[in-house]
C-alpha cells in the first residue's frame, strides 16, 4: 500500500511540474482516443446492420420467388379454365345450332 501511495505522490508531483501544453496535448489526446472508439463501435454497428440488412433482402428474395411460383401457377390454372369455358360455350354453340336445324327439319 505505502508503495501505491508512493507511486501516486510521484504521479501527483510529476503533474504539477508539468507544461500547460503538455496538459493540453494530453487532453487533445484522451478526446481522440474517446471519438476513435465511438467511431470504432459505430463502425461495427454498421457492420452488423449490413449483415442483417444481408439476410432481410435474402429472405425477401426467397419470399418473392415463391410469390412468382404461386402467380404463374394460378395464371395457369386460370388460362386452362378459360380454356375449357370457351371450349364448353362453342360445344354449345354447335348443339344448339344443330338442334335448331334438326327443329326446322323436322317440322312440316
Given at each position: ?15 504539477e ?24 463501435k459505430?463502425i461495427?454497428?454498421i ?8 439476410s ?21 390454372i ?11 360455350d ?18 312440316p
Open positions: 500500500m505505502e508503495k501505491g501511495m508512493a507511486v501516486l505522490e510521484h504521479r501527483v508531483t510529476e503533474l511540474h508539468t507544461p500547460p501544453r503538455v496538459n493540453s496535448l494530453e487532453h487533445s489526446v484522451n478526446q481522440l482516443e474517446v471519438q476513435f472508439t465511438a467511431m470504432n459505430d461495427t454497428e457492420k452488423e446492420e449490413g449483415k442483417e440488412t444481408h432481410l433482402v435474402r429472405q425477401l428474395g426467397e419470399e418473392v420467388r415463391k410469390l412468382f411460383f404461386i402467380g404463374t401457377v394460378v395464371a395457369a386460370a388460362s386452362f379454365l378459360l380454356v375449357g369455358l370457351k371450349v364448353y362453342t360445344w354449345n354453340g354447335i348443339q344448339d345450332r344443330e338442334r335448331s336445324t334438326y327443329t326446322q327439319g323436322s317440322e
